[in-house]
């Protein structure tokens, strides 16, 4: 797959992600599925000296079918968006007819990735100030950490 097929609209490098073709969804739709068949949500609801770590259960099974839930098959430019969803910053991009926002003037003050921000910090906007100065076929060795935690 080429560089720009992995380029999301937002500069995203697909390839980094945690959600792409990643194993936690696969393993985690297994354990739902085991866990189900053996009842265990009944075995976990009953009051007991034994085992009281099981109390939490419903926000353990909000956690487990997220983490089902946010496999990414294919790059956000071939799937779809993050997890099989469009986001604002595609959709907005696909409203001007633009490859991404590397082609946008507006890109320093646009408040549609502070979404990202958290885990990301500013990479989409450094990797697209890289794939202005490169080029988008030659930019990718010049890319930021993916997230903020990674050095
Ligand atoms: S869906 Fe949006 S945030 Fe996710 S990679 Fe694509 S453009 Fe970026
Ligand atoms: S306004 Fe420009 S920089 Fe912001 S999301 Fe739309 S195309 Fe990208």
Known sequence: MEVKDQTAYCGIYCKDC???????????????KHLKEIE????????????KEFKPWDKFSIVLSKLSDTQC??????????SGKPCKIMECCQDKNFAGCWE??????CDKFD????RC???PKMNIR???KYGIDNWVD???NFYIWQK
């Open 40 to 51: 265990f949500d009944k075995y976990a609801a009953i009051d007991s000296e034994f085992g």
């Open 142 to 144: 010049k890319r930021a």
């Open 18 to 32: 945690i959600h792409l073709n990643n194993e936690y969804s696969e393993l985690a739709k297994g354990l739902q």
């Open 130 to 132: 890289e794939i202005r």
């Open 115 to 118: 979404f990202l921000e958290p």
């Open 73 to 82: 098959e294919k790059p956000c430019r071939s799937g779809g968006g993050c």
């Open 121 to 123: 910090g500013d990479m």
């Open 104 to 109: 946008c003037s507006d890109i320093e003050q």
